[in-house]
């Protein structure tokens, strides 16, 4: 008790003292508090030891020993110096001197951490305001004892209020080995956004030399930023593309990136390329609420991914790309504009295609666009009697070629009642579909068709739900039939129609037939799906195949494993048309995936073509905590050809990772003579320094 008492008798009297003292400089932010176990002071001097704690600014600093003189304003700290700011960054040193004035610190021997883990140790240091010069320095966010990384200079400057960094003559060091050096660098030690050059990405390749590409980055504002990305290929190319990225409201953001890529001659003539050029635009943009206070409960979203390019290299050759796009030879572009409330959606979608494997696409099928207005499934007052109702307009649009315009009206009405107890329900519903096509450009037969027909159908369906002590079992079962109505064909019937004009609508008529559809689902307790299976099979009874395509869907996940098939068989040529295969084990530690994906266009029984018959496999190990080895293959079976693999590890700790590995890839590209595809052999290396920079190659 004794001792509390004189320790805030002794603080009152120092801060009384020294807040008199400093009120000539700035009476508030200068104000410093002295408690101590020992104290002497006098009208100009204050001398403090023994568990010393300074209150001064916005930190707190302890240390054995302290001396204010009044005179030359100037507070000394000396022994086991400890000082923890405002935004958690925590000092050590063994000797400070703090100029009250003008606010200049000089430190000895001092020791700093900030609040992502950053630390820097310095023989020499001063600091005035929130700016601090080091002289010979070592800085790391690895571990104190024997870090796994480090960079050492011979001076810098750091700024603790905005953290930033510059530093002169930089060498980093692994472990104790030095493996790189840079005369300047300047860094920000948070995540924040800053202008200057990040860090190079550069690869190599037999085929196209030494890569190397230099990202600038310019941090305009808070909302936007513009990264220019100029690169070399040594045996190549030499181009350039630059991004925008931009968020205009709290509810939509998007990038804008445009780019050009120019070989060298002896390049272009050595692969026969058709382009020497490769360039292109691309537009990513994504808005919930475009607009703000609509009427009627109305909202709206817009939602745009846009490419046009003259080649697929323009992708190929970007070291950094839009996940978006791939690097597939058919690129498509998407604008979708949409309203909704309740009761309504509106919307317009379009949809431009570029295949870059052909040297024009004056001739290829593009949607611009397609309008839609539908109104959502509901009930005639309180009548049994539901509804919905869609009207969509189409405009099939091409340069070179046939083009077609279609309106589509849809109105179906159903009524519904439970039988047997609710355990099953009955409903007979009625469609009403009409349809007028104008077709534009065809060489023969009719510029205009019209379709109007209605049809019948009837359902018997059931949606059970039974508990048991482990799971929960869901059978939806369902029953249905369906007759075409009066139809209504204009000028011709379809079928007379000429073969360019059935070609841009490939109509299906509702036909009679017979409906039989199955699902039931398997969840325990948490409701987690265990198992699923759904399945439908359509009988036709006027044709001539009366079955047609049988569907099946199955998955089944117990703890770390998952399987999953979906089929497609034809009756009429007993043969499946689709098949895809997963499974997966994951763990903690090990992961293995595989797949398997077929698929074939039956044009008659004897000619087919198959479009996809691959296998897939993906593996990871985690040997430890630290290390990870991982790998893969896609393989194609008709072709017996390994059209991708990859083989890598990684390393990574809190301060630091890398990532190694090797990969074969078959990439499309256009030549003189048309089509082809490279196999590019490529190696990647990346080593990260966190939170400062990632350094190495890109994939």
Avoid at 320 to 328: E, T
Avoid at 588 to 594: H, L, Q, V, W
Wanted: aromatic share 16%; with cysteine.
């Amino acid at each position: 008790m004794q001792w509390q008492w004189m320790l805030k008798k002794v603080s009152v009297a120092a801060s009384m003292a020294l807040m008199m003292q400093a009120g000539y400089a700035d009476e508030l932010s200068n104000n410093i508090e002295l408690i101590a176990k020992g104290i002497n002071a006098t009208t100009t001097t204050a001398t403090a030891n023994d568990d010393v704690l300074v209150f001064y600014q916005n930190s707190i600093l302890r240390s054995d020993q302290a001396w204010f003189d009044k005179n030359t304003n100037i507070l000394t700290l000396d022994g086991n110096i400890e000082s923890i700011g405002y935004k958690q960054t925590k000092e050590q040193s063994d000797h400070m001197t703090i100029n009250i004035a003008n606010k200049a610190t000089e430190f000895d021997n001092l020791f700093l951490i900030n609040e992502n883990n950053i630390w820097l140790y310095t023989n020499d240091a001063t600091k005035k305001d929130d700016i601090y010069a080091l002289g010979n320095t070592l800085i790391s966010s690895c571990s104190l004892e024997k870090p796994l990384w480090k960079i050492v200079f011979d001076r810098s400057s750091y700024d603790d209020k905005d953290n930033y960094m510059e530093i002169y003559g930089a060498k980093l060091y692994m472990w104790d080995t030095p493996v790189f050096y840079l005369p300047y660098l300047g860094f920000t030690t948070n995540r924040e956004r800053r202008s200057g050059l990040l860090f190079p990405r550069f690869g190599f390749s037999g085929d196209e030399g030494f890569v190397y590409e230099q990202p600038i980055f310019l941090a305009f504002a808070p909302n936007w930023d513009i990264e220019f990305n100029p690169q070399i290929r040594t045996k190549r190319s030499i181009g350039a593309y630059a991004t925008l990225r931009f968020a205009d409201s709290a509810d939509s953001s998007g990038e804008f990136r445009i780019g050009n890529f120019r070989d060298f001659d002896d390049y272009k003539n050595s692969h026969d390329l058709k382009y020497q050029d490769h360039y292109g635009i691309e537009l990513l943009y994504n808005s919930s609420k475009l607009f703000n206070d609509l009427p009627w409960g109305l909202e709206d979203g817009l939602f745009i991914n846009g490419i046009y390019l003259n080649d697929i290299d323009y992708i190929n050759l970007q070291k950094s790309k839009f996940s978006h796009f791939g690097v597939a030879s058919f690129q498509e572009s998407r604008l979708n504009y949409f309203l909704h409330n309740e009761e309504y959606y509106a919307g317009i979608n379009a949809k431009y295609f570029i295949d870059t494997l052909k040297t024009s696409n004056t001739d290829t099928l593009q949607i611009l666009p397609t309008v839609q207005f539908h109104k959502y499934y509901n009930s005639i007052g309180s009548l049994p009697i539901y509804y919905n109702a869609d009207i969509l307009l189409n405009n099939y649009y091409r340069s070179s070629g046939s083009t077609l315009q279609q309106s589509e009206f849809r109105l179906p009405l159903e009524w519904s009642v439970p039988i047997w107890n609710d355990y099953l329900r009955f409903s007979f519903s009625e469609e009403l579909y009409a349809s007028k096509m104008l077709f534009d450009n065809v060489m023969a037969g009719e510029d205009n068709f019209t379709f109007a027909t209605n049809a019948h159908k009837v359902k018997l369906h059931s949606d059970l739900t039974k508990s048991y002590n482990d799971f929960i079992h869901v059978m939806q079962p369902s029953l249905s039939y369906s007759q075409l109505g009066r139809t209504y064909e204009s000028p011709v019937a379809f079928d007379l129609l000429g073969i360019e004009q059935q070609k841009l609508f490939a109509m299906e008529l509702p036909q009679e037939q017979y409906q039989f559809a199955f699902s039931q689902y398997f969840y325990d307790n948490e409701m987690n799906l265990n198992f699923s299976q759904r399945l439908s099979q359509p009988y036709y009874p006027k044709k001539v195949y009366n079955w047609g395509d049988l569907y099946h869907e199955i998955e089944w996940n117990y703890e770390d494993i998952q399987f999953s098939n979906i089929f497609l068989f034809s009756h009429e040529f007993e043969k499946f048309r689709s098949i895809f295969t997963g499974a997966s084990w994951v763990r903690d530690d090990f992961s293995i995936a595989m797949s398997h994906a077929y698929k074939k266009d039956f044009q008659d029984e004897i000619n087919e073509i198959a479009v996809a018959n691959n296998l897939n496999l993906d593996i990871g190990y985690q040997i430890n905590q630290n290390v990870k080895v991982y790998g893969g293959v896609s393989y194609e079976l008709d072709n017996e050809y390994s059209k991708y693999w990859h083989l890598g590890s990684s390393y990574s700790q809190e301060c630091f990772a890398v990532s190694v590995s090797l990969s074969k890839n078959a990439t499309p590209m256009l030549t003189q003579s048309g089509p082809s595809y490279n196999d590019s052999l490529s190696a990647y290396i990346q080593l990260k320094f966190i939170p400062f920079a990632t350094l190495g190659t890109s994939r």
